[in-house]
């Protein structure tokens, strides 16, 4: 009898394709493809990768040892805005919690003329306050009011309210009093679904814990049915209970079982194991400060990568909705494929935020779409090719150019020019994207290389470079699959965060330890149920510290060892340095500012083992292997069609050069190079573009 093969599947399930990667792990071979997304329930779009990957693999169910995924569930449902009827309890007096929200307007206060305040979340009429207060340190200064708590929830029953958010005031210090509301909501309501922040978000600011735990309850319901129904049909599928784990927005996996119970922590899922992907490859491609780019079916989805690892912010949202949780820093913007070109009452030509995603998908997939989009244009002008996937998906580009003439009519342009300008708005608006997450935090973008990966990441590198004056991109292998390959590179982790101010000349340090030691407890416990070892534990301790005065905090790491007066000054040192980096200046030694400590942080991590990448055999320096053909492309309208050279990447080798213009296609992505620029391909197979060194001057 053939002995089973240990199969590892990553699965990243975006708008238009579910990408699937594969990790022998016995041969440390990876086998990586796609398969068009099933929106009306993506769990079919899921197994249909799995079954198609492990018939590459002349493999059964049986194979498979584990499955992680990245999920866009929960990020859909709050980009969508579709909230289901949602309660909240809060504390006595502070029932406008939500309506007074922050005193801030989008764009700035020059739009407060214009700006109309959205909807909340859950308006006033759906808010109940109960009796009783906690102060800062946890003390209790009002009893619980009993009777009110259950008034209440007799409430929620009447009115058919059963998905509830509890935050009380300074439950983060002491949880007791939302913990009686909880177990009076479940009293009436056994059947409830019930958020409380002190388990969400053990962190100060009254109205971001508010609306964390009011996203997480609302997600709950629709995360949970869903990874409970994949799980069932995978066990279905593999014949036994398999490890089936959720990508984190924090750069992490959680175990299904566990991550029901945390769904907000999901709300990035799919782009976090994107940048977690293109970190590892170029970092072992020799860069160090990289941004990446991940250009999907619906958005584009960027972040920056400083010495191998992503940056980490908690002050995200998703859609129109703050979350106060660990995520990888992603700045998303409707410039996906399937993004849609249209007309604005003033006349202007805009792209995007809407698309078309999977269905019916753009015009050329002749599956009933009905307006132009950023992949029309694409195939149109010749720089993508005629079918998608190897040939699985053929397009139609008389559709393309019937709906893209349409709109050229109506703007008075030549069908070049209209096709050009909706790929340069495309390329300006991921520009703009790009500089929200490096010149706004202080980066300069051209000291940094940028990675593209999915499906469409690659389409628009070279305007990228010139527009933000780029050093140069990177092009993974199989870049439609790097948020699927992600997944298997990512550790278990496991954040947890107690608010406990205090200003550094009077830091208890005994407290302090040992915040730190329950916060480390937690992370064990988590740990131990993800089924690791304790001798495998690995806990990384960090601190929100600020000026005295100051509205918000900068996050430094916490060294190993006691909490002692040496230990906490070379905090306080790093908060100094840290800070002149992000504000250009500090106050060391100023003896009318001081420090002051915020939060405390721990996070456990579990590690796996990760897929190596290897490095192939040179080539014989001639590409002309490679090519498979010309087609005319046109990369400028100015200057029409040219006849360009097609190359196949997977019959490209390391040290092989191209001089643009040239188009090089794979399974999953294509890459145009413009006239101007270079294609290398490295020891990895990734695919370096640089533009091409100015000539010097003639005398």
């Not at 079919?44 to 492990?54: A, E, R, S, Y």
């Not at 309506?99 to 979340?121: C, H, L, M, T």
């Not at 990568?305 to 995200?316: A, C, D, I």
Request: net charge negative; charged share 25%.
């Amino acid at each position: 009898m053939t002995p089973a093969r240990r199969i590892r599947i990553g699965i990243d399930t975006g708008g238009t394709f579910t990408d699937v990667v594969a990790l022998d792990e016995d041969s440390g071979d990876l086998v990586t493809t796609k398969t068009p997304s099933t929106p009306s329930d993506p769990a079919d779009g899921f197994m249909n990768g799995i079954d198609k990957v492990l018939a590459m693999l002349g493999c059964t169910g049986e194979d498979i040892t584990a499955v992680a995924h990245g999920t866009t569930v929960a990020t859909n449902q709050l980009l969508e805005d579709k909230i289901d009827r949602l309660g909240f309890v809060t504390t006595e007096g502070y029932e406008f919690i939500l309506e007074i929200a922050r005193q801030a307007v989008p764009d700035g206060y020059g739009n407060s003329y214009f700006w109309v305040k959205p909807d909340r979340i859950v308006p006033v009429d759906r808010v109940r306050a109960v009796g009783g207060r906690m102060d800062f340190h946890g003390r209790e200064i009002r009893p619980f009011d009993e009777e009110g708590a259950r008034e209440a929830a007799r409430w929620f029953r009447e009115q058919g309210i059963s998905t509830i958010g509890v935050c009380l005031l300074h439950a983060y210090a002491n949880p007791k009093h939302e913990l009686r509301m909880r177990d009076a909501l479940l009293a009436e309501q056994p059947d409830a679904v019930v958020s409380i922040s002190s388990e969400v978000l053990r962190e100060y600011r009254e109205y971001e814990r508010s609306m964390t735990t009011l996203v997480d309850a609302a997600v709950k319901p629709r995360v949970g049915r869903y990874v409970a129904g994949i799980q069932r049909r995978l066990d279905a599928f593999t014949g036994r209970p398999t490890p089936f784990s959720i990508m984190k927005s924090n750069g992490g996996v959680l175990s299904a079982e566990e991550v029901v119970h945390q769904p907000i922590t999901t709300v990035l899922s799919g782009p976090a194991a994107g940048a977690l992907g293109a970190a590892l490859i170029a970092e072992r491609a020799g860069f160090d400060k990289v941004l990446t780019c991940d250009g999907g079916g619906t958005s584009t989805d960027v972040s920056v990568v400083l010495g191998g690892e992503p940056t980490l912010t908690t002050e995200g949202s998703v859609g129109r909705f703050p979350s106060k949780i660990p995520m990888i820093d992603v700045v998303t913007v409707g410039a996906g494929g399937g993004s849609v070109a249209w007309i604005s009452p003033e006349g202007t030509l805009k792209v995007g935020p809407r698309s078309a995603g999977a269905d019916p998908g753009p015009l050329c997939y002749a599956r009933g779409g009905t307006e132009p989009t950023i992949t029309d244009a694409h195939v149109l002008l010749g720089r993508i090719p005629p079918h998608l996937l190897g040939g699985e998906i053929p397009l139609n580009v008389d559709a393309a150019r019937e709906g893209l003439a349409k709109i050229a009519g109506e703007l008075g342009l030549g069908l070049e020019q209209c096709a050009t300008g909706i790929l340069e708005i495309s390329a300006w608006n991921q520009a703009n994207a790009l500089r929200q997450i490096t010149v706004k935090r202080g980066l300069d973008v051209r000291d940094f290389t940028m990675a593209t990966f999915g499906g469409s990441g690659s389409l628009l590198l070279c305007r990228l470079i010139d527009i933000l004056g780029l050093a140069g991109v990177i092009v993974p292998r199989d870049p439609g699959n790097v948020s699927a390959f992600g997944l298997l590179t990512v550790d278990v982790r496991c954040d947890y965060v107690r608010t406990a101010v205090a200003r550094q000349p009077e830091l208890d340090h005994a407290r302090t330890a040992e915040i730190l030691a329950e916060l480390t407890g937690q992370a064990a416990e988590a740990l131990d149920k993800e089924g690791f070892a304790r001798a495998d534990h690995k806990y990384v301790r960090t601190a929100d510290l600020r000026y005295f005065g100051q509205a918000f905090e900068v996050r430094v790491p916490v060294p190993d060892g006691d909490v002692d007066e040496a230990l906490t000054e070379a905090v306080a040192d790093a908060f100094h340095e840290a800070h002149e980096r992000l504000y250009g200046y500090n106050f060391r030694g100023d003896p009318h500012q001081t420090v002051e400590w915020v939060n405390l942080r721990v996070t456990g991590v579990g590690p796996i083992r990760r897929p190596e990448l290897r490095e192939l055999p040179p080539g014989d320096g001639d590409p002309a292997r490679a090519c498979t053909g010309r087609r005319p492309v046109c990369f400028d309208a100015a200057a029409g069609y040219v006849d360009t050279a097609i190359y196949n990447r997977a019959a490209l080798a390391p040290g092989d050069v191209l001089e643009g213009p040239v188009v090089i296609e794979e399974f999953g992505s294509t890459i145009p190079v413009h006239p101007g620029f270079t294609a290398r391909v490295d020891a990895y197979g990734n695919v370096i573009v640089t533009p091409v060194a100015a000539l010097p001057k003639e005398a």
